[in-house]
């Protein structure tokens, strides 16, 4: 229905969308993952966009409808057309952001692989539908499927089925050395995240030969299904030279976001050191990253302020990385792990009065020598001696 006629149609909250009560009210894009600011009013006639009123019985502000209706917040319907609007309340700080860990099985044996080596483990599917139902009731955004390779788990399939229409953004985690025309046809989630550690030589020196083919075919097969695409890179000894290859690829497919990071020493790559390079090598090519992020400081807080994790077996961590440091069982009550979550304040760390701790925020808790000390590597790109 063209957008100047919806005084006559029926509006309706677009299946795109979704209210969140946060530490503000906001009403979220899940396709673009973009969170609009609302204030009480807005919430109102949001809730009252059930399918059952014409737009003329429900505002006279045509320039905000119709701006909602431009951004796919809102759609109009020539007839009448019911469902159910309400609002997901979070807590303070918000959970935003939940790794899933689906299952410990990986295909592959990655020489950097913080988690070490692959297991057997696999969440149960009700748990794994039952979690992400309460992250998705909580107000959460991104939803992080993953693993291990979160496409050997046995029942993903029938995962990504029972969790359409949650609310939230479903973006999947995978080496994409697995993903074929069989399955790509119902891989349909919001978006998937490949990890493309450089060209042919640098990825193959972290993830084995052969692989770089599959991974390339992987995300041109998401493309291709019209998938959002992003890509997750480590920086090492053998990728130096390739980034500005893939640059250009990336760009090229048009992926929504490329995450790039600096190592840490943990699982299999303390047997591998020789692929870590210096943080004065490496941090120049942090500058390459672009798009969002999940994990970062905010509102005073260091790293994980929105973010948890849980393992294979529900229990929820800060993040992988503290999977030796268990909070509680997700299955018990996943806002009652939240709740015990400790953050720590910007005020606390030991580089309080540092001059770039408004941008660094701090850095990574986990790489830093101790939970309080400054992060090594962001010291380094920002200039600070130790």
Same mark, same amino acid.
């Given at each position: 229905?063209?957008?100047?006629?919806?005084?006559r149609?029926?509006?309706?909250?677009h299946p795109?969308a979704?209210?969140?009560?946060?530490?503000?009210?906001f009403?979220?894009?899940?396709?673009?993952?973009?969170?609009?600011?609302?204030d009480?009013?807005?919430?109102?006639?949001?809730?009252?966009?059930?399918?059952?009123?014409?737009?003329?019985?429900?505002?006279?502000?045509?320039?905000?409808?119709e701006?909602?209706?431009?951004?796919?917040?809102?759609?109009?319907?020539?007839?009448?057309n019911?469902?159910?609007?309400?609002?997901n309340?979070?807590?303070?700080?918000?959970?935003?952001y939940?790794?899933?860990?689906?299952?410990?099985?990986?295909?592959?044996?990655?020489? *950097?692989?913080? #988690?070490?080596?692959? +297991?057997?483990? =696999?969440m149960?599917?009700?748990d794994?539908v039952?979690?992400t $139902? @309460?992250?998705?009731?909580?107000?959460?955004?991104?939803?992080?499927?993953s693993?291990?390779?979160?496409l050997?788990?046995?029942?993903?399939?029938?995962?990504?089925?029972?969790?359409?229409?949650?609310?939230?953004?479903?973006?999947?985690?995978?080496?994409?050395?697995?993903?074929?025309s069989?399955?790509?046809?119902?891989?349909?989630?919001?978006?998937?995240?490949?990890?493309?550690?450089?060209w042919?030589?640098? *990825?193959?020196? #972290?993830r084995?030969? +052969?692989?770089? =083919?599959?991974?390339?075919?992987?995300i041109?097969?998401?493309? $291709? @299904?019209g998938?959002?695409?992003s890509?997750?890179?480590?920086?090492?000894r053998?990728?130096?030279?390739?980034?500005?290859?893939?640059?250009?690829?990336?760009?090229?497919?048009?992926?929504?976001?490329?995450?790039?990071?600096?190592?840490?020493?943990?699982?299999?790559l303390?047997?591998?050191r020789?692929?870590?390079?210096?943080?004065?090598?490496?941090?120049?090519?942090?500058?390459?990253?672009?798009?969002?992020?999940?994990h970062g400081?905010?509102?005073?807080?260091?790293?994980?302020?929105?973010?948890?994790?849980i393992?294979?077996?529900?229990? @929820?961590?800060?993040?992988?990385?503290?999977?030796?440091?268990?909070?509680?069982?997700?299955?018990?009550?996943?806002?009652?792990?939240?709740?015990?979550?400790?953050?720590?304040?910007?005020?606390?760390?030991?580089c309080?009065?540092?001059?770039?701790?408004d941008?660094?925020r701090?850095g990574?808790?986990?790489?830093?020598?101790?939970?309080?000390?400054?992060d090594?590597?962001?010291c380094?790109?920002?200039?600070?001696?130790?």
């Amino acid at each position: 229905m063209n957008i100047r006629n919806w005084r006559r149609a029926y509006l309706r909250l677009h299946p795109k969308a979704a209210l969140k009560k946060l530490e503000q009210q906001f009403i979220y894009h899940i396709t673009n993952d973009e969170l609009y600011e609302i204030d009480e009013k807005a919430v109102g006639f949001f809730l009252r966009c059930d399918g059952t009123a014409r737009g003329e019985e429900l505002s006279s502000e045509s320039d905000f409808v119709e701006y909602c209706l431009e951004e796919e917040l809102l759609e109009a319907l020539p007839d009448p057309n019911h469902v159910d609007v309400s609002v997901n309340m979070n807590v303070a700080p918000s959970l935003r952001y939940l790794e899933l860990q689906l299952t410990n099985k990986c295909n592959l044996r990655c020489a *950097h692989c913080y #988690l070490g080596s692959p +297991g057997s483990g =696999e969440m149960i599917l009700s748990d794994a539908v039952n979690i992400t $139902q @309460a992250f998705a009731d909580m107000g959460g955004i991104r939803l992080l499927i993953s693993g291990g390779e979160p496409l050997l788990y046995k029942n993903l399939k029938e995962y990504i089925a029972r969790t359409q229409n949650t609310g939230v953004r479903r973006v999947l985690f995978s080496n994409g050395t697995l993903i074929d025309s069989g399955n790509i046809s119902w891989l349909n989630v919001d978006e998937i995240q490949f990890s493309l550690d450089g060209w042919r030589k640098g *990825h193959e020196a #972290l993830r084995g030969s +052969g692989t770089f =083919e599959k991974t390339i075919a992987g995300i041109r097969m998401a493309c $291709q @299904a019209g998938t959002a695409v992003s890509v997750s890179t480590m920086i090492h000894r053998e990728n130096l030279d390739e980034f500005e290859r893939m640059k250009d690829f990336i760009r090229d497919i048009g992926a929504v976001e490329w995450g790039v990071d600096v190592m840490s020493v943990s699982g299999a790559l303390e047997a591998h050191r020789e692929l870590v390079v210096s943080n004065k090598e490496a941090v120049p090519f942090l500058d390459y990253a672009f798009g969002g992020g999940y994990h970062g400081a905010s509102e005073g807080y260091a790293c994980g302020r929105h973010l948890m994790t849980i393992m294979p077996d529900c229990r @929820a961590v800060k993040c992988g990385f503290y999977r030796d440091k268990p909070i509680g069982d997700a299955r018990i009550g996943l806002k009652e792990c939240w709740l015990k979550m400790e953050h720590i304040p910007l005020s606390r760390l030991e580089c309080s009065s540092c001059s770039a701790l408004d941008e660094c925020r701090g850095g990574c808790r986990f790489r830093a020598p101790d939970p309080l000390a400054p992060d090594p590597v962001m010291c380094c790109y920002y200039g600070i001696s130790g």
